[in-house]
Nanobody
């Protein structure tokens, strides 16, 4: 079982930036894909960004052009750089890992506990 721990959440003002980190208990080479989800009250969980072991990335339309997902295999960590934050980005952000390459069908295999990002003036 891969353990995932997020860090970096907090309260920021609209227009500001924030970076999240997700550190895995095992090498990222054991994962096919690494993603960031978010969920806010009354809304469905949303996959906002994903990066594969090969470095390919994909973003939801709601964050495309503002968020950047990256990874550092040497640190067993992937990141979410969030820019131009707005109130609509307020949510609990969770990182998740996919070991077998089938997260689109079966969902992610490993989950962090989540970190709160609040955007408010």
């Amino acid at each position: 079982q891969v353990q995932l721990v997020e860090s970096g959440g907090g309260l920021v003002q609209p227009g500001e930036s924030l970076s999240l980190s997700c550190t895995a208990s095992e090498s990222l080479l054991a994962l096919f894909a690494m993603g960031w989800y978010r969920q806010s009250p009354g809304k469905q969980r949303e996959l906002v960004a994903v990066i594969t072991d090969g470095g390919s990335t994909n973003y939801s339309d709601s964050v495309k052009g503002r968020f950047i997902v990256s990874k550092d295999n040497a640190k067993n960590t992937w990141y979410l750089q969030m820019n131009s934050l707005g109130a609509e980005d307020t949510a609990v952000y969770c990182c998740a890992g996919d070991r077998w390459g089938d997260y689109a069908d079966r969902g992610m295999d490993f989950w962090g506990k989540g970190t709160l990002v609040a955007v408010s003036s």
